[in-house]
T-cell receptor, first 109, second 120 residues
């Protein structure tokens, strides 16, 4: 199966760090994406992990452990504009993407 | 970067009418485009995979006669919602994969801005 699980909601304070965990059943995925989606808008690409380990890109980092079926997205120095849904997305053969339910992050002042 | 456009961005129609949504890749060629539907507070659900020059592949539970897909060129795919009903009201998003993308980004897809359909 290709179920993707991530928390529904998280709240954090401006300037803080938040880690969004994602677990998935490992069969069929050949990479793990993270997308950001603001309400009423299309998703925008944040990161892509195909190998185990940490990928850092500015304030955002993403980690993948294929053997554990586990990934996380780390958001540092939170800003108000980071309030959005963060989607953990599995990439599979045939270019298909499977989306998790998304984690709504609310950044408070 | 790769840009995908959708038209219209918003449409309101009466029940029973048909609505066509266009998805264009503006600065790259896309042999494959994808159509998603997203209901409020839910994640994106893949409806179908649109392949240039061939029939679309529909996901289980998606009626191919109701959601007609045409991928006539490497830069354009259209989704027609036929005989729309209120339950078809949703946010429809297309995405495209750049056929020239390298291995580093794997099967990354570029998303259009979405079309909000409201059926009265």
């Amino acid at each position: 199966g290709q179920n993707i699980d991530q928390p529904t909601e998280m709240t954090a304070t401006e300037g803080a760090i938040v880690q969004i965990n994602c677990t998935y059943q490992t069969s069929g995925f050949n990479g793990l994406f993270w997308y950001q989606q603001h309400a009423g808008e299309a998703p925008t690409f944040l990161s892509y992990n195909v190998l185990d380990g940490l990928e850092e890109k500015g304030r955002f980092s993403s980690f993948l452990s294929r053997s554990k079926g586990y990934s996380y997205l780390l958001l540092k120095e939170l800003q108000m504009k980071d309030s959005a849904s963060y989607l953990c997305v599995g990439g599979a053969a045939g270019n298909k993407l499977t989306f998790g339910g998304g984690t709504r992050v609310l950044v408070k002042p | 970067g790769a840009v995908v456009s959708q038209h219209p961005s918003r449409v309101i129609c009466k029940s029973g009418t048909s609505v066509k949504i266009e998805c264009r890749s503006l600065d790259f060629q896309a042999t494959t485009m994808f159509w998603y539907r997203q209901f409020p507070k839910q994640s994106l659900m893949l409806m179908a995979t649109s392949n240039e020059g061939s029939k679309a592949t529909y996901e289980q539970g998606v009626e191919k006669d109701k959601f007609l897909i045409n991928h006539a060129s490497l830069t354009l795919s259209t989704l027609t919602v036929t005989s729309a009903h209120p339950e078809d009201s949703s946010f429809y998003i297309c995405s495209a994969r750049d056929r020239a993308s390298g291995r580093a980004r794997g099967n990354e897809q570029f998303f259009g801005p979405g079309t909000r359909l409201t059926v009265l």
